[in-house]
């Protein structure tokens, strides 16, 4: 079982930046897709952003491009979300997204494709 746990989260202004990490461990990190989801309350987890086992590839939803980057070190076997110009739209739960790729290059974009999920980082944006 692969373990994610997620930080970074806070409270911060509409237009601060946060960079969120995501740990992971269990098992190889590099064999996975990882990716970043967000939920609101009262509303539907949605996808942020993507990236392939190997880095080489990334997708982002239209609300967040080119204000959120995410990347990765296999090395370290982490996942970064750099957040710049925070809007109130913003605050939601962040969650880290591991999906096993026997291949390398699968870009997931749907929470059923996701197969373990971090706890959550909040990230709350005043306006």
């Known amino acids: 079982q692969v373990q994610l746990v997620e930080s970074g989260g806070g409270l911060v202004q509409a237009g601060d930046s946060l960079r969120l990490s995501c740990a992971a461990s269990?098992?190889?990190?590099?064999?996975?897709?990882m990716g970043w989801f967000r939920q609101a309350p009262g509303k539907e987890r949605e996808f942020v952003t993507v990236?392939?086992?190997?880095?080489?590839?990334?997708d982002y939803a239209d609300f967040v491009k080119g204000r959120f980057t995410i990347s990765r070190d296999n090395a370290k076997n982490t996942v970064y979300l750099q957040m710049n110009s925070l809007k109130p739209e913003d605050s939601a739960v962040y969650y880290c997204?591991?999906?096993?790729?026997?291949?390398?290059?699968?870009?997931?974009?749907?929470?059923?494709?996701?197969?373990?999920w971090g706890q959550g980082t909040q990230v709350t944006v005043s306006s």
């Open positions: 997204a591991a999906t096993y790729d026997y291949r390398g290059g699968y870009l997931p974009h749907s929470e059923y494709d996701v197969h373990y």
């Open positions: 269990g098992r190889t990190f590099s064999d996975y897709a």
């Open positions: 990236i392939s086992r190997s880095g080489g590839k990334t």
